[in-house]
């Protein structure tokens, strides 16, 4: 019996918060199809979350919209639908006006060190930006382009088309410069430029393919045209609920670190995309010249003003700063 005892006391010494806290179970959301890498690796989170906790935390990914829309992650996540959720800030236009700096156009250049340098970057500002709930971490795309069954090589050429935007920034850049939008979902946009609602779409290289989209376009531009950060956040709720040793272990699964190994094998895959799709017959990945490249940088510059004059809570020029000094810092900052 001394000995059962001190076995005992042994264990709960190894594991005294655990072994105490109640088990909580979590429902993570995305948009994504089941296949998508960032389902992948958000189920490894979910799965070295539960051993970190002892087994007290124990999370279910439901993708490919089980539990919601994709523009309704961040409301599904505000109001309990979801415990955790995938969020684009850019498919809602105005909400959340400091994200969207990291959606214009030719700021980013590579999606590796994109990913750390926006999460580093948001962890200040989301407070402001996104209150309602409890950011965990920021993935940013691989740098995307514009995709098309014509050849789209001056920003002219985009006048009287109808384009899907990947975001609200996008979407202002086919506005500028006399495109209309066409609003759809990822999980959405084979389907509109199938029924030829839209004639291009904004979309990165390996997703292209792997929603389907290659069979509804045919010439892709050559051109880290943007990126964008997508928002994995928690309901603020269920994160008070925690005990404090559970919210140390969300804590330690919510760094830069852990959004960069979540985003690696996704920019891995979207990198290799953008070979592939060159390889496929009946497809044109084409390239412009250096005149073509600067006027397209031209005509976003607007953009930026556009983009100050909607940030309120903080100072744009600030935030902006902020943004290029952490970018720049990972090598990710195009210049």
Same mark, same amino acid.
């Given at each position: 019996?001394?000995? $059962?005892?001190? =076995?005992?006391?042994?264990?709960?010494? /190894?594991?005294?918060?655990?072994?105490?806290?109640?088990?909580?179970?979590?429902?993570?959301?995305?948009?994504?199809?089941?296949?998508? &890498?960032?389902?992948?690796?958000?189920?490894?989170? /979910?799965?070295?979350?539960?051993?970190?906790?002892? @087994?007290?935390?124990?999370?279910?990914?439901?993708?490919?919209? &089980?539990?919601?829309?994709?523009?309704?992650?961040?409301?599904?996540?505000?109001? #309990?639908?979801?415990? $955790?959720?995938?969020?684009?800030?850019?498919? &809602?236009? !105005?909400?959340?006006?400091?994200? #969207?700096?990291?959606?214009?156009?030719?700021?980013?250049?590579?999606?590796?060190?994109?990913?750390?340098?926006?999460?580093?970057? $948001?962890?200040?500002? /989301?407070?402001?930006?996104?209150?309602?709930?409890?950011?965990?971490?920021?993935?940013?795309?691989?740098?995307?382009?514009?995709? !098309?069954?014509?050849?789209?090589?001056?920003?002219?050429?985009?006048?009287?088309?109808?384009?899907?935007?990947?975001?609200?920034?996008? #979407?202002?850049?086919?506005?500028?410069? #006399? @495109?209309?939008?066409?609003?759809?979902?990822?999980? *959405?946009?084979?389907? =509109?430029?199938?029924?030829?609602?839209?004639?291009?779409?904004?979309?990165?290289? @390996?997703?292209?393919?792997? $929603?389907?989209?290659?069979?509804?376009?045919?010439?892709?531009?050559?051109?880290?045209?943007?990126?964008?950060?997508? =928002?994995?956040?928690?309901?603020?709720?269920?994160?008070?609920?925690?005990?404090?040793?559970?919210?140390? =272990?969300?804590?330690?699964?919510?760094?830069?670190?852990?959004?960069?190994?979540?985003?690696?094998?996704?920019?891995?895959? *979207?990198?290799?995309?953008?070979?592939?799709?060159?390889?496929?017959?009946?497809? *044109?990945?084409? &390239?412009?010249?250096?005149?073509?490249?600067?006027?397209?940088?031209?005509?976003?510059?607007?953009?930026?003003?556009?983009?100050?004059?909607?940030?309120?809570?903080?100072?744009?020029?600030?935030?902006?700063?902020?943004?290029?000094?952490?970018?720049?810092?990972? @090598?990710?900052?195009?210049?």
């Amino acid at each position: 019996m001394t000995l $059962f005892m001190i =076995v005992l006391c042994a264990v709960l010494t /190894a594991f005294p918060a655990f072994a105490q806290d109640k088990p909580v179970s979590l429902k993570l959301s995305t948009w994504l199809p089941p296949a998508h &890498q960032i389902n992948t690796e958000l189920r490894a989170w /979910a799965a070295d979350l539960e051993k970190a906790s002892g @087994g007290s935390i124990k999370a279910t990914l439901f993708p490919a919209e &089980q539990l919601g829309k994709a523009f309704d992650h961040y409301d599904m996540v505000r109001d #309990g639908i979801a415990d $955790f959720g995938w969020v684009s800030p850019g498919y &809602q236009p !105005g909400r959340f006006p400091i994200a #969207g700096a990291a959606e214009l156009p030719f700021l980013v250049s590579n999606g590796t060190g994109a990913t750390p340098a926006m999460d580093e970057w $948001f962890r200040k500002y /989301a407070p402001l930006d996104m209150p309602d709930t409890h950011v965990c971490l920021v993935v940013a795309l691989d740098p995307a382009t514009l995709n !098309g069954n014509k050849k789209i090589v001056a920003p002219e050429d985009l006048r009287g088309m109808k384009i899907r935007p990947a975001n609200a920034t996008i #979407g202002a850049f086919v506005t500028l410069l #006399g @495109g209309t939008n066409v609003q759809a979902s990822a999980p *959405e946009a084979r389907d =509109v430029l199938e029924r030829h609602v839209a004639d291009a779409i904004t979309f990165n290289w @390996g997703s292209l393919m792997l $929603f389907g989209i290659d069979h509804a376009t045919k010439y892709h531009m050559d051109l880290p045209l943007y990126s964008m950060p997508f =928002v994995w956040t928690m309901n603020q709720g269920k994160y008070d609920a925690l005990s404090a040793a559970q919210r140390a =272990v969300v804590d330690s699964h919510c760094t830069s670190e852990w959004a960069a190994k979540i985003a690696a094998p996704w920019t891995a895959f *979207e990198e290799a995309g953008h070979v592939k799709l060159a390889s496929m017959p009946n497809h *044109e990945v084409y &390239q412009l010249t250096p005149d073509q490249i600067a006027a397209w940088r031209k005509a976003a510059e607007p953009l930026k003003t556009r983009w100050a004059s909607q940030v309120k809570k903080a100072d744009p020029a600030v935030v902006f700063g902020d943004l290029t000094a952490s970018l720049r810092k990972y @090598g990710a900052l195009s210049e």
